[in-house]
């Protein structure tokens, strides 16, 4: 990175960061460019900064969605829902969009909704929060861990490792999900919602999926029932195949509204997959039924109503029990219902979780109920604020917890700045 890096502390700051991650660095910015002059510091306990914006969407930055009405926008966050939709009408995506092309980057939007600089390259927004940090005078020191935070009269007093007391009169805790982060907030008097891991695969071992891997579809339904509970959920959605089991935005979308119902039950359960998504039992028997009518004389394995992939066919085939090279006019009425039903009500053991790496997310952060949303700022201590992942919410894919993270980060920036203005 290219900012100032000082070598001998200032005493004296206005607006200590800590964390120089994507809400670290978009809350100093707001901050700064708000009240110029204003003498910001970013404290980073690592010697990378902004890595999550260096490896989501593969490389690309999925910055944020396309959804801008802000209602609509908050059913993407399995927690924080209800606290959101103010901060969203203050700064939602089309804010997110304007800000950065504003600071020189443009964004376009997928088909699905999620958006990327048109440069596909995350380093294109690495270098535009670089350049609006070093020009808005931020400073920034790396391989800084806060060790503590103590509250005093209109300020804090900050210990970073290797160096002295550092005072401000404001704390912007933007930790991401480290958990360094959310034990200074609770050594400040916050409460913790534990956390637990959101958006990742499903363990699945089941004969049908074997040698599949590699296979997708562009819309199924999957329904999963919490073992030992009476928790379900549901989702619609892409979905892949992989040798260790499903994934894909139907998956993770699951994963992350049933988080914490599925830590609870060590991430046992029981799906049930519609494989052509809307499509009734009725409708599949009714289908096969027309083969069997039309095409009495042609294999069942060449003559497929559902327009899968002749590999997952064949392995549908395989589980219904049907021999290989039956023909339509030999299967039975019982067959016939037994294929329907795998195609539409399959039932998976779900027998744990994977992990999606590249954008790994947790449930948990500091308690939502002890934070004002209207600034993001605490409830326990005046001047002490928080954005992004530190707190209890988190969305699921598509940029939704980027988002997040604009939201509370421009929130915080700009009420201390109008604090430091009075």
Known sequence: MNLVIWRNIMEEWDLVVVGGGAAGYFGAIACAEAFPGARVLILEATARVL???KISGGGRCNVTHHQFDAKQLTTFYPRGQKELIGPFHKFQPKDTVTWFKDHGV???VEEDGR???ITNDSQTIINCLDSAARNSGVVLRKNKLVQKIKSATNSFE???????LIKTRFVLLATGSMPYGV?????LGHQLVPPVPSLFTFQVKDPLLKDLSGISFSSISIHLKIEGTTQDFSQIGSCLITHWGLSGPA???LSAFAARDLHKSDYKGILQINWTQSLRLEDALQKLEMCKSHFPKKKVSNE???NCVKRFWDAILRETGLKEGIIYSETTKKQLQELALRMTQTTLRLNG???FKEEFVTAGGVSREEIDFRNMESKIHSGLYFAGEAVDIDGVTGGFNFQNAWTGAWLSGQDIAKKLGL
């Open 183 to 187: 034990s200074l907030a609770a050594n």
């Open 251 to 253: 998956v993770l979308k």
């Open 158 to 164: 900050i210990q970073a490792k290797s160096e002295d």
């Open 115 to 117: 958006m990327f600089p």
């Open 51 to 53: 890595t999550k914006v």
């Open 106 to 108: 443009e964004l376009k």
């Open 353 to 355: 979780k994977g992990e």
């Open 304 to 306: 497929n109503p559902f």
